[in-house]
């Protein structure tokens, strides 16, 4: 399941994701992934769920966040 789950963070460069989450099988929070640039802007993030039926919760964190 959680390979069809999960989130992608877009940048000022739009065409390609500055992160994908990565699974976590067994650890909370089980899906993750580290942004870190240098290049200012608005970031988007895409939370997605490829798995018909099946409810995901999630939580955003921003540490450090400006």
């Known amino acids: 399941m959680l390979a069809n789950a999960g989130f992608r963070v877009y ?3 739009q065409t390609t994701p ?3 989450g990565g699974a976590q099988p067994g650890l909370k ?3 993750a ?3 870190i640039s240098t290049v ?3 970031y988007t993030a895409q939370v997605y769920n490829y798995n018909p039926g099946v409810a995901i919760d999630d939580v955003l964190t921003l ?3 400006a």
Do not use: I, S
Request: proline letters at 17%; aromatic letters at 6%; glycine letters at 22%.
């Open 11 to 13: 940048g000022p460069r």
């Open 18 to 20: 500055y992160v994908t």
């Open 29 to 31: 929070p089980n899906v």
């Open 33 to 35: 992934g580290n942004l």
């Open 40 to 42: 200012a802007g608005e």
């Open 63 to 65: 540490p450090g966040a």
